[in-house]
């Protein structure tokens, strides 16, 4: 079964600064990909999604993600922080697979901070 | 589209009585799932339908949960009875076409806290 590993609970950034969210995964074959944002109160949004291709993927709200196979890694990136991206990211691993082997796993979060 | 819609947004129970979560998904959309969200334990999928139709159920805690899709623009998760472990946010998703591929669009969230 797949799973994922985000090793950072918690990431305080200043405003204006570079981040780097760091999220390993395990699977056997290519997995598909996912960054999720969640802010307070609210549901998840999609950020950026990999499924094959260029492994450096473009999203939404400035934010890019790297696809590493020989790391099993899709960091996700943004070279400058706004204080509205203070919020919860969220990295998920699914397979290719239809049916009851579709289900995405979620890693268990990071929060994001941003000081002025 | 007014989005996934859910009700209600918080909910406050004693232990031991029924929990109705309600939930409208994107008109349109074919899937529709359930997680429940807690510190201890993250983002967890509990079920998800196609076409109204149950497809896995797997993380369906124990038999106090159930969840219908009735049609297609509704659907409930009741916990009978509830207990105070069952204090989560539940989380409705849906998505246009099969996961893991297709963005899942969520609703804000139920509250339930149980006393």
């Known amino acids: 079964a797949q799973s994922v590993t985000q090793p950072d609970i918690h990431i305080t950034v200043s405003e204006g600064a570079s981040l780097e969210l760091r999220c390993n995964y395990s699977?056997?074959?290519?997995?598909?990909l996912f960054w999720y944002v969640q802010s307070p109160g609210q549901g998840l949004q999609l950020l950026l999604k990999?499924?094959?291709?260029?492994?450096l993927v473009q999203g939404i709200k400035g934010f890019e993600a790297e696809f590493k196979r020989s790391q099993s890694s899709f960091n996700l990136r943004k070279p400058s922080v706004h204080w509205s991206d203070a919020a919860e990211y969220f990295c998920?691993?699914?397979?290719?697979?239809?049916?009851?082997?579709?289900?995405?796993?979620f890693g268990t979060g990071t929060r994001l901070q941003v000081t002025l | 589209d007014a989005g996934v819609i859910q009700s209600p947004r918080h909910e406050v129970t004693e232990m031991g009585q029924e929990v109705t979560l309600r939930c409208k998904p994107i008109?349109?959309?074919?899937?529709l799932f359930w997680y429940r969200q807690t510190m201890m334990r993250g983002l967890e999928l509990l079920i998800y339908?196609?076409?109204?139709?149950?497809?896995?159920d797997s993380g369906m805690p124990e038999d106090r949960f159930s969840a219908k899709m009735p049609n297609a623009s509704f659907s409930t998760l009741k916990i009978q009875p509830s207990e105070p472990r069952d204090s989560a946010v539940y989380f409705c998703?849906?998505?246009?076409?099969?996961?893991?591929?297709?963005?899942?669009?969520f609703g804000p969230g139920t509250r339930l806290t149980v006393t």
């Open positions: 998703a849906s998505s246009l076409d099969s996961p893991p591929g297709d963005e899942q669009y």
């Open positions: 699977y056997g074959a290519t997995p598909y």
């Open positions: 990999y499924f094959s291709g260029d492994t």
């Open positions: 998920a691993v699914g397979t290719g697979y239809t049916g009851t082997a579709s289900k995405l796993t």
């Open positions: 008109s349109g959309h074919d899937y």
């Open positions: 339908f196609n076409n109204n139709v149950p497809i896995d």
